[in-house]
């Protein structure tokens, strides 16, 4: 996965071989907003231009930019992961909750 920051904000960019382009797609918005450039200079230029457009409309009107997470989202597991996670969890004196997170947080690089 190849991912682009600017400003705190991050972009998933692909290759587009129909239109010989990167393109970008910035994440975690309340909305969509992409960009496309030919090189890797010219797509963080656009994906500055995307993002600075994108933040203007939602000042001018009243929108949120960024998505809002609750903290809490349903996971289906097989019985027999959740049965191995519930006693890894039990043995480590620690929570379902507890042992995901670390879980999570160490798959993402936190």
């Known amino acids: 996965m190849n991912i682009m920051t600017v ?3 991050s972009a998933r960019i692909e290759y587009d071989p129909d ?4 393109r970008g797609e910035i994440l975690g918005l ?10 890797p200079k010219e ?5 500055r231009k995307s993002l600075r457009v994108f933040l203007e409309v939602c000042n001018e009107k009243g929108i949120e ?13 097989t019985p027999e992961l959740h049965e ?3 006693i890894a969890a039990q043995a480590e004196g ?6 995901a997170q670390e879980a999570l ?6």
């Open 65 to 77: 930019p960024r998505r809002n997470y609750s903290g809490k989202f349903n996971l289906r597991i």
């Open 30 to 39: 309340n909305g969509s907003a992409d960009f496309y450039g030919k090189t």
């Open 7 to 9: 400003d705190a904000y």
């Open 105 to 110: 947080e160490k798959r993402i690089g936190i």
């Open 84 to 86: 191995r996670l519930a």
């Open 43 to 47: 797509l963080r230029s656009e994906f």
């Open 94 to 99: 620690k929570s379902i909750n507890t042992l």
């Open 19 to 22: 239109l010989d382009l990167f």
